[in-house]
């Protein structure tokens, strides 16, 4: 039987050299969140559907991939009733934030708070694909649970800082305060109205003032309430001058103000830290708006045009709806495939990532003469192939070539008469020849 | 509403320290992978089920994990026809052996070959749960395909040789070869019983020779044929006298002759890549002999009562069924949590695996004094923490304790005037104060 092989749409192989390019990006990420002290976790790819459902909206709801029970899962179904509910239990996580929460309700009693932790797995919706849309994309998320301090919003962009540093991307990061923008819909007199005014100014740049205003018309808010907005509209200048601004405007809203305590504690720590990367308020960020409750962040990359390559926020009551109220977190996430764009784009992966050994010994049948000298060499840390079979040297050739291996050694019966290794780097042509043991001069050459 | 939390049966989290540990385990086999020049590729966790069906037997296909159709499942089925092929085509993956298959025959114009590739990947079965046994669990495999030189073979006994050094645990590798096992079925004139012959083979430890020869009669053998075998029963000494034995026994099979071939040249490389981990010839291994055309081979822990902690073989049709035919390859499978479970039991583990940081900065509200410091130890790769909240010390220093972090930090307004950062060494005791530029010191110190 023959099948002509596929694999569901949206979903993907990753080989050789994309593998490489994805764990250079992940193993960056992952090494920046351990040197600040976070600790991996993972969760199981299925989680039970009371788990998941409800709690990403409606839409959220039909993109869930559900998972068969298993046995025979119709032998007792009752027809006149919905089949989908009865016959699965489970489905495949669409995010990291949800098993989190669960994780850390499940868990608590072995979690010393604050819990400062990092999970990077596939997660998966049945989204319709389209370009830079799959359906199993991994995640990288990382979060501080159980603290309300600045400082781990500060650590969140301190993260970022380093991240895109390592990585070569310049980056600017945009950072609201959900309680400002409740503030501002307080003083309005409409505090219904936070994601109406926070899309209103987002599209100042794009429609302009006017347009702006009459948006926010025919969205409810009175004439006053938005002349009250009117120095927000305007918002100019520094840091410093824009905070005085909002304090004076929002005198009278005490989340507002303690909205704007926040995003000074923030900044004044971003300050004291050395963070070299442009940090700016941005009251335009609405992303998240229904479950975060502080801080709110997001990342563009300046030489690239692509959506923000993180985000995140802080969330009051994340555990809530598991049955543990008054924890508050704040986390970020990286989003693995459009970093994977923009370096891509810029080319900005480093040279090399590709090749998967250092050094190929051509197959000549000396293998009692090179299984040895290989085995020294990959003790010393090197990565070493030999070619299994004695092909033909083109054959042999051409594999070092499409692999991207740097050197290769072609040692014959006259090199192991004479205890000589020949290794040839590819790139340059230049060809020499070291005693078999004379190891530090081989490494040296291959370094 | 309040849900209690929990995961589906089979299926686990990993937190901190774990996490920590199967990490050590997944790093020490990748990196060893890596050193032979194999290449990490990554498959999706669905397939479609015209991929997984029919590869694992009926069992097998009983123990896939379906996953239901998107959108509206149920809405155009035919009810008088069974629903399960009607509402799923996806199903996760069952192994990463056969998605790795499907690759190779979708990416083959892609792929140089001989393809050296390496996968640590979930796979779930929707076994019933029991000690020890998962419905999602970590396989890593490793696999060479596309020539049938003895060195595939031989590189990897290499690896596990490597892997298990590394990890500490000592090891026995058993190899068999499915060919000599044909053999002896042919030159009993009973071809279609390698199974049984196999299998009794392996009783003869547990239940004695004659036992042996009764149940080889039950199976329809002659007592010819059995007497035939009796040397093979009997095998005993150096590996170059089994051999021979059974090279005198078997002249007459061209197909046991090939087996006996491909072993004496095997254990001619392990000899000469000077392999010091034990390997012998053990005709028993009856492992995938469904599958296998080769070497066959079995890694037990010697230390440590548990089934085999590696596994695989040469196949020479894998591909075969997705319409490729003549690939032959080898492979090998590490089985993380059987590996977990010997470090665990031997306390093989390194120590200090799940300290998330090496030095936490409590916090006494000296933030702009600790924060430029602590960035400076991050870049020069200590992992560092600040506490986020000015909590009580007690708080501080139980949080360090729980978390396993070594080195504590103290510095308080007295510090920060005098420019000093004090550090204490938890285990020991022993606290010092350094000048806080004096990174050196300081590093010196924590290491």
Redesign the interface.
């Known amino acids: ?8 749409k949206g ?6 050299l994309e ?2 390019e994805r ?1 250079y990006i992940f193993d960056t990420i992952r090494s920046v969140f ?15 559907l ?2 998941l459902l409800g709690k990403y909206g409606e839409e959220g709801d039909k ?1 869930l ?4 029970n ?2 025979d ?2 032998a007792s179904v009752d ?1 006149s009733k919905p ?2 509910s009865q ?4 489905g ?1 996580r669409y995010d990291l934030t949800v098993p989190f929460a ?2 850390v ?3 608590r009693d ?3 708070f ?1 819990f ?2 990092f999970q990077m797995q ?1 997660v ?1 919706r ?1 989204d319709r694909p389209q370009k830079g849309r799959y ?2 994309f991994y995640q990288c998320d990382v979060d ?1 649970i159980g ?3 600045q ?2 919003e ?2 969140l962009v ?1 993260i970022v800082d ?1 991240v895109y540093r390592r990585l070569g991307i310049n980056v600017l990061v945009k950072i609201n305060n959900r309680k400002v923008l409740s503030g501002l819909a307080e003083i309005c007199g409409a505090p219904d109205k936070v994601v109406d005014i926070t899309v209103a100014i987002d599209k100042l740049d794009k429609i302009g003032l006017d347009a702006v205003k009459e948006e926010l018309l025919s969205k409810g808010l009175s004439s006053e309430a938005i002349a009250l907005l009117e120095p927000i509209l305007n918002l100019k200048g520094s840091f410093e001058e824009k905070i005085a601004v909002m304090r004076q405007l929002m005198a009278s809203s005490a989340v507002g103000l303690k909205g704007l305590d926040e995003l000074e504690e923030l900044f004044g ?1 971003i300050s ?3 963070i070299t990367t442009p940090c700016e308020i941005d009251l335009s960020l609405a992303r998240g708006l229904n479950y975060y409750t502080g801080a709110i962040f997001e990342v563009k990359a300046l030489d690239w045009e692509i959506g923000s390559i993180s985000g995140g926020g802080r969330y009051d009551n994340l555990t809530g ?3 543990l109220a008054d924890m508050s977190g704040v986390g970020i996430s990286f989003g693995a495939d459009r970093i994977y764009d923009v370096l891509k784009g810029l080319g900005k992966f480093p040279a090399g990532l590709g090749s ?2 250092q050094l ?1 010994f051509a ?1 000549m049948g000396e ?2 003469y090179i ?2 000298v290989a ?1 020294a060499l ?1 003790s010393a ?9 004695a092909s033909k040297l083109k054959k042999q050739f ?2 070092a070539d ?2 991207g ?1 740097p050197f290769l050694s072609i040692c014959g019966e006259t090199e192991a008469a004479s205890g000589l290794i020949q290794i040839k780097n590819l790139a340059s042509g230049e060809q020499r020849s070291f005693p078999k043991d004379d190891l530090a001069a081989i490494l040296d050459f291959l370094s």
């Open positions: 039987m023959t099948q002509k092989p596929s694999i569901p979903t993907r192989d990753f080989g050789r593998m490489a764990n351990r040197s600040f002290g976070y600790s991996q976790i993972e969760t199981p790819a299925m989680e039970n009371s788990t993109l991939f559900r998972i068969l298993s046995g899962a119709f027809p089949l989908v016959v699965c239990e489970k495949l669960r994780y309700v499940q868990h072995e979690i010393s604050p400062k932790r596939p998966w049945a359906r199993e501080v603290s309300t301090s400082l781990c500060l650590e301190q380093e720590f004291e830290a050395g709806i598991f049955g998967a050994s190929l197959n293998t009692a299984l040895p085995a990959r840390g090197v990565s070493v192939e030999i070619y299994p079979d051409d594999y499409r692999k291996i």
